[in-house]
Every structure is written in C-alpha cells, then in structure tokens.
C-alpha cells in the first residue's frame, strides 16, 4: 500500500499568514494526488485534483504543487473560513490512501 | 447539481449485518464509478470500496475484504454497502462518493453528507 506522510499534523496560523501542508508519497504517485477541506460535521470537500488543478468555485489563494513524490497545499492569505482539516490522498493505486490530516487553527 | 444520499445507518450489534445506501441524482448515475469512504468518530478519513460504473471492477480496503460487499443498481441510481461480521472498529460515519469521468486523477469530487454506523452491544 501507498503509505502518505502529512505534516504538519497541526498548524496554527493567523488571519493573513501564508501557511503550506505537505504531503510525502512512499512511492512515486504521478500527480494522483488530491486535496480536501473538511469542517467539522460536514462531508470533505474537494479543492485540488491532479495534484496542482483547482476546483470551480475554490479561491485562488489555494494551491497545489508537485516535487518528485512531494506534495504542497498552499493557502496564500487565510481567511476565518479556511480554518478546518485539510487531507491529501492518492488515487493511482489501490487501496486508494489518505494523509493523516493537518487540522488548521486559529492563532 | 449533484446530489448523494446515504441512507442505512444505525445501532447493531458486533456480529451483526447492515446495509448502506446512496441515491444518486443530478448525475447519469450510470457512467461514474463509485467509492464508500468511511470515517470513524474523531479520527481521519479512510477510503473503503470501489465499483466501476458497469461493475466489472471491484477493490476493497483490506480492513473490510471478505466481510463488506458494495454493488451497484444503474437502473435504480442507486449504490449499496453490505456490512457483514460488524466489528466495533468499523464504527464510523459513511460517505459515498463520486469519480469524476475524467477518472481516479480527478479526486472524489462529489461526496454524500453521510451515514453513522455505530457497532455496539
């Protein structure tokens, strides 16, 4: 199985900071890679396909990239919204893996 | 709009049986593949089956091989989880989900609001 490593697994940060969570792929994933917003009670949302593809209607202060089998969600400027759980998960092989998560708290 | 309703979920007890569903609407049901995603109280998020949308492929999560079954009713929009052999540790809240036709590259990109299953005597 494709084991993914997330960090950090908490971060606080204020209104305004730029902050990045990383995800580490234990094999090479191509870019099946895809990130999630999760606010309590509610089902995930999907923000980034395809490792650095934005979905409709998500704000352009999120991003994704790709190094090798290293992944980044960026968000640019945080907004009061944007503070929830955040996973990444693979898609290119099965079982299809998530990260642990990294829980986004005000400062 | 996209719509994915869980339905099935409830008490039982270890041992026990359960059957989730999910109706789908807004959507050609029958050109997805389809996932159960599960999630138990206060932890992550762990993927849990899939199905082609003509049923020909099937995967599960080790974790749930041999005890859950997931299958398909194109003519009903309809996706199903059979639960068999209930552990508690299968307590968890249910989502079904969506591949977009783009396929696996395109994330889960359409999720139901979910299903509690709770395992307990």
């Known amino acids: 199985d494709i084991h993914l490593t997330q960090s950090p697994s908490f971060l606080s940060a204020s209104i305004g900071d730029r902050v990045t969570i990383t995800c580490r792929a234990s094999?090479?994933?191509?870019?099946?890679l895809a990130w999630y917003q999760q606010k309590p009670g509610k089902a995930p949302r999907l923000l980034i396909s395809a490792a650095s593809t934005l979905q409709v209607g998500v704000p352009s202060r999120f991003s994704g990239s790709r190094s090798g089998t290293e992944f980044t969600l960026t968000i640019g400027s945080l907004r009061p919204e944007d503070f929830a759980t955040y996973y990444c998960?693979?898609?290119?092989?099965?079982?299809?893996?998530f990260g642990q998560g990294t829980k986004l708290e005000i400062k | 709009e996209v719509q994915l309703v869980e339905s099935g979920g409830g008490l039982v007890k270890p041992g026990g049986s359960l059957r989730l569903s999910c109706a789908a609407s807004g959507l050609t049901f029958s050109r997805y593949d389809m996932n159960w995603v599960r999630q138990a109280p206060g932890k992550g998020l762990e993927w849990v089956s899939y199905?082609?949308?003509?049923?020909?492929?099937?995967y599960y999560a080790d974790s749930v091989k041999g005890r859950f079954t997931i299958s398909r009713d194109n003519s009903k929009n309809s996706l199903y989880l059979q639960m068999n052999s209930l552990r508690a540790e299968d307590t968890a809240v249910y989502y079904c989900?969506?591949?977009?036709?783009?396929?696996?590259?395109?994330?889960?990109?359409?999720w139901g609001q979910g299903t509690l299953v709770t395992v307990s005597s």
């Open positions: 998960q693979q898609l290119n092989n099965f079982p299809y893996t």
């Open positions: 094999q090479v994933i191509s870019n099946y």
């Open positions: 199905i082609s949308s003509a049923s020909n492929y099937i």
């Open positions: 989900t969506r591949l977009p036709l783009t396929g696996p590259i395109g994330g889960l990109d359409s």
